[in-house]
Nanobody
């Protein structure tokens, strides 16, 4: 199994920036896809960004141009740099890994991001 621990969430004013980190441990595979999802109250969980081991990134339209996902394969860590934050970015952000062969997911416990006006 894969264990994921997020950090870096908190409170920020509109237009501010935050950097989220997620450290993976356990049965992590080098070619696992890593990513970030978020869930706001009353809404379903949505994809924010994903990144392959080779560095190919994908973003939701709502965050494209504002968020950047990166990963350090040697440390099994994925990052999410968030800038120009908006109140609608307020959510619990979850780190994930996707096993390519089985398409199964592992999830972290989440970290709260709150963007105030």
């Amino acid at each position: 199994q894969v264990q994921l621990v997020e950090s870096g969430g908190g409170w920020v004013q509109t237009g501010g920036s935050l950097r989220l980190s997620c450290a993976a441990s356990g049965n992590i595979y080098s070619n696992d896809i890593m990513g970030w999802y978020r869930q706001a109250p009353g809404k379903q969980r949505e994809l924010v960004a994903t990144i392959t081991s080779g560095g190919t990134a994908r973003y939701a339209d709502s965050v494209s141009g504002r968020f950047t996902i990166t990963r350090d394969n040697r440390k099994n860590t994925v990052y999410l740099e968030m800038s120009s934050l908006k109140p609608e970015d307020t959510a619990v952000y979850y780190c994930s890994t996707r096993r390519l062969q089985t398409a199964t997911y592992s999830w972290g416990q989440g970290t709260q991001v709150t963007v105030s006006s």
